[in-house]
């Protein structure tokens, strides 16, 4: 079992910067896929971005070139660098991981969750 608990959220004002934590506990998620979602309010929860185990990213388009995913095993934690913070970037952030390494865009494709951070972008 793992639990994700995420942090950095906030509020800031368009073309800010942000970093977000998901730390873990429970056991080493080193091999794990790790994946950021969004949800805004009266939308689908939203795939951002992933982490592969095997160290490949993937983002959606809207995030490409402003986001960076990264991890560092040594701390358990997955980050999520937003740079250029769009108004349109307002969400509850998710992280999520899959035990079995394999990245994926739907929320199905993850096993565990996080509670969330809020972020909210003033324009």
């Known amino acids: 079992q793992v639990q994700l608990v995420e942090s950095g959220g906030g509020l800031v004002q368009a073309e800010d910067s942000l970093r977000l934590s998901c730390a873990a506990s429970?056991?080493?998620?080193?091999?794990?896929?790790v994946g950021w979602f969004r949800q805004a309010p009266g939308k689908e929860r939203e795939f951002v971005a992933a982490l592969s185990g095997a160290g490949i990213t993937y983002y959606v388009n809207s995030v490409k070139g402003r986001f960076i995913i990264s991890r560092d095993n040594a701390k358990n934690t997955v980050y999520l660098e937003m740079n250029s913070l769009k108004p349109e970037d307002t969400a509850l952030y998710y992280c999520?991981?899959?035990?079995?390494?394999?990245?994926?865009?739907?929320?199905?494709?993850?096993?565990?969750w996080g509670q969330g951070t809020q972020v909210t972008v003033s324009s």
């Open positions: 999520a991981a899959n035990r079995h390494g394999a990245v994926g865009q739907l929320p199905k494709n993850y096993d565990y």
């Open positions: 429970g056991r080493t998620f080193s091999s794990y896929a």
